[in-house]
């Protein structure tokens, strides 16, 4: 496992957080940052870097990196954050957090959600996975962003896609890109007087129509970057002709995404109690407003938490006993494909779970939950399935 980031004249220690989580092969960098930070001591000006934006900054490297200069910092990602936290505390800086467990020193941390204040003079962005938050980002940036501003992206050379290229000169202005180096490759857009001066507003979150199992009709917002942002999943769609949930029943939608799982268990019954979990504050934003659009009265029995897998709530001293915990994991982590979400999501599950709860989950056929389940368990039992996905279900003895 490499946690050592030697480049140029410094050495930083980093991990992927949950440390204990971090695969033998994935390091907590990649070329394109070397190729960001070369870039920027070479040719930027030193006293831009005193109002400097980073965005998506996978585990905390560039803000580890830039710390001295105390940039805004910001993440969709829950685990980023905490990643930020762990590696600044590493390397010898003095943390400081704001109430909601943000690094506020010496690097300001926000979320995707909230709006930038101050005009940036260079702009820094890890080209997101997800086309729709690198749109919403790109349009947030112009809001406070000048002809000066300098704004810098990178990627490996494979995602810098044309689409990439298009929603930087739509939204900024002429972009060209570097020469690839080591798979990575820069771009480069320049804002111009006409983009500054009126940014369109963000198309996001999107809103859509969606009927339950039960006939219950939903009007449905998604933030840019959450996961299948017009139309229910197939997984989800299956998961929600299978679920069932009592008005005595604790229920956590485990990543819960636009929380159409939760909302389901809130459509079947007035006293359910609902825990809306996900690592996306972009998710989190997006089920409250749908629990709020949709099950207001219910609103006072959700919780809406940001959590690496359920780490938060088995931490908190006050979460009432769980009975069911419903999800649909992930298994790519940024741009890497692991089983380990998978793992601490059912592991985290036992933990929580009250004796005799049960977890719920649906998957790919191929990612052989059902062995994992066993193995954490002792059993499982086979709710449903498709050619493509099955449902499982495991008890807690």
Not at 131 to 153: F, K, Y
Not at 335 to 345: G, K, L, R, S
Request: proline share 5%; glycine share 4%; with cysteine.
């Amino acid at each position: 496992m490499n946690t050592t980031f030697s480049f140029r004249d410094q050495t930083l220690q980093l991990i992927r957080y949950p440390a204990k989580s971090q695969h033998v092969s994935l390091q907590a960098w990649d070329s394109a940052d070397e190729l960001l930070i070369d870039y920027i001591i070479e040719s930027v000006e030193p006293e831009r870097l005193q109002r400097m934006v980073v965005f998506n900054d996978d585990f905390g490297a560039l803000g580890c990196w830039f710390a001295h200069c105390n940039p805004v910092w910001v993440s969709d990602s829950w685990i980023a954050h905490r990643s930020l936290h762990e590696n600044l505390a590493a390397n010898a800086h003095a943390v400081s957090l704001s109430g909601e467990k943000l690094v506020q020193q010496p690097v300001t941390a926000i979320t995707s959600v909230a709006a930038l204040t101050d005009t940036p003079s260079l702009a820094i962005i890890k080209i997101p996975r997800t086309l729709s938050l690198l749109e919403h980002q790109l349009i947030a940036l112009m809001q406070v962003a000048t002809p000066e501003t300098i704004v810098i992206a990178a990627a490996k050379a494979k995602s810098i896609t044309r689409n990439v290229l298009q929603l930087f000169e739509k939204y900024v202005g002429p972009t060209s890109t570097s020469l690839a180096r080591k798979k990575s490759r820069l771009v480069f857009a320049l804002p111009t007087d006409a983009k500054c001066t009126s940014p369109p507003p963000s198309p996001y979150p999107s809103v859509w129509q969606h009927t339950l199992p039960d006939g219950t009709g939903l009007r449905l917002s998604n933030h840019a970057n959450v996961f299948s942002s017009q139309s229910i999943d197939i997984g989800a769609r299956i998961m929600l002709e299978h679920m069932h949930v009592e008005a005595s029943d604790h229920v956590v939608d485990l990543g819960c995404g636009n929380g159409i799982l939760g909302l389901h268990a809130l459509s079947q019954t007035n006293g359910v109690k609902v825990c809306f979990v996900d690592e996306s504050f972009m998710a989190l934003a997006s089920a409250k407003q749908n629990v709020e659009d949709n099950f207001p009265l219910q609103l006072a029995n959700c919780q809406f938490i940001a959590s690496n897998c359920l780490e938060e709530l088995i931490n908190s001293q006050d979460t009432s006993p769980v009975t069911k915990v419903i999800c649909n994991p992930p298994f790519h982590q940024q741009n890497a494909i692991t089983d380990h979400i998978a793992w601490q999501m059912f592991q985290d599950a036992r933990d929580i779970l009250a004796r005799g709860g049960n977890l719920l989950v649906v998957g790919n056929r191929h990612l052989d939950y059902h062995g994992k389940l066993k193995r954490i368990y002792g059993g499982v039992k086979l709710i449903a399935s498709n050619q493509k996905f099955v449902i499982l279900s495991a008890v807690k003895r």
